[in-house]
Structure formats: C-alpha cells, structure tokens
C-alpha cells in the first residue's frame, strides 16, 4: 500500500466513496434517501461528471437507477445558489445520457427521459436547518414568472441532524463520523495533516469505514488536506473581494467630495462620517486623494 501523501489529488473523500469503485455504497444512499431496497448493484449505472471531458465541471456523485436520474452534492458550506449548478450539472448530464442511448433530440417524437432528482448533503460548521430547499427561480431579479425551475434538497448531516436518514447508510455515517473526528482533533493539533491521520486511524480502530480507509488511508488524508487548502484559498478570496469592494467605494466616495472640499482634512473627515467608513485610516484616504 502507497502511504505517501498526495496533496494534489483533486477527488474528494464523498466522490471516492460513493463513486463507480464502491457502486454498493451509492446503492445504499439512494435507498436510504428514498426509502427503498434495491440490492443488485447492476441496476445501478453511475453518471458522474468527468472533468476531463466537461473542463472545470465535475460533480460529486451521480447515478442512474430506477429511472431516476440522481446527483448527490456533498457540500462545507452553506451555498443558496445549488440550483444554479444543478442547472449547469443536469444541462451536461442529460446531454449525456442522450448521447449514449442515441436518442433524438430534433425528432418529433417526444423523448423519454429520467426524472432528475437533486440532493445536498451538508457538513459544514455554520448552524443549519435539518433539511432546507433551494429553488432555482430565485435568483431571478425579472418579475415575470419563471419557465425554468432546479430544486435543491439540502439535508444538513452533521452529528444531530437526520440521524434517521444517516444511520440508514452505513457509509454515509461513517462519512459524518470520520469529518466530525477530524475537526476534533483540530482542536487539539494545529496540524491538519496529523488531525486527519488520528482521525482515520481512530475510525478504522473502531470498525468505522474501515476497509475503505485501509484500502485509501494515504489518499483520503491527502484529499482531506486538498480540501482544507481549497477552503481556505476560498476564504482569502473572499476576503480580497471584500477589500476590493471596500476600496473602489471609497475612492467613488473621495471622488464624488473632492471638487466640494478646499482641503484634505475637510474631505477626510466627511469620508469618516460615513457609516461604512468611519474606522479608515487618514493615510488610506490621503492615498486615494493624491492618485485624483
């Protein structure tokens, strides 16, 4: 067995485990979710995405069984926008599935399709409700009614929320587990790398998942560190966007004052009169007002 490290591998732990190599586990979390006792791992095709063929696009898991197209997202943070890329997801998946079952999409006969089902699975550390629904149409600014409408089906899985649901899929509770252990021991160790290898290692002690994490335990701990890396380059862009917003409206507000103002000190203290902008510091304006 490989035990080094890759802190690159783009997959992540949710897709592994519920992709085409462990098709039993994607069974079981369509029969949990739907409450239904399917047993034979062929009726089962798997439909995940492939980056390499839809650049920059890649879904966690998806499957069809049952006539039921099924996308299953598992997701850290709270994100209304799901629909739009359930829109984006199901657009690629149908032309997929029309592909292979060579179907005509310009005929006059009406096509035949599986009907779409859209599932989030929650895990982050922000509170959230048991089950929350998100709908495309709104985030549509117009008025008119919308034609077109994608539903997301959040369930929040975290340790008190949806036991029922969870506990009925045994590999989707000893994902629950094995992410609620990691974040334990975070709060012992600074080191992640080390958080995520007490955490595997306490799992398979305890039976839980533990053939999949024997079989994967150095790239379930690389992938854990690839998703902290994500997240957290995630944050900093938030946070230079926030700076970024913050600057452009300040030099509009220095902008706007400037030709009102017969000095600097008049203009800096009525910048810091503005709610947004009392705490900015005299040398922040005095910057913008030189480059004017």
Known sequence: MDNTINRETKDRVFALLFGAQYKENALALYNAMNNTHYTNTDDLTITTIDDVIYLGMKNDCSFLIDNTLSLFEQQSTINPNMPVRGLMYF??????????????????????????????????VEQMD???????????????KSDVEVVAHVYNINPGHNEALVKACEPLFGFSVLISRIREYQKKTSDLER?????????????????????????????CLTEYDEA?????????????????????????????CSSFDELCAKVQETPAYAETKEDEVRRIYDEL
Request: proline share 3%; glycine share 8%.
């Open 130 to 144: 048991d089950i929350t629904t998100y709908y495309l149409s709104e985030s549509f600014s117009g008025s008119k």
């Open 195 to 223: 958080a995520a290898t007490l955490a595997v290692n306490s799992c398979i002690e305890d039976g839980v998942l533990k053939d999949f994490l024997i079989k994967h335990k150095a790239e379930v701990i690389g992938m």
């Open 91 to 124: 657009g690629r998946l149908y032309d997929q599935y029309i592909s292979v079952n060579h179907l005509n999409r310009y005929g006059r006969k009406q096509l035949e399709l599986p009907t779409p089902q859209y599932i989030v699975l929650y895990n982050g």
């Open 232 to 260: 957290e380059q995630r944050e900093l862009d938030r946070q230079e966007g926030k700076a970024e917003e913050k600057e452009n409206g300040l030099r509009s507000i220095v902008m706007a004052l400037k030709p009102y």
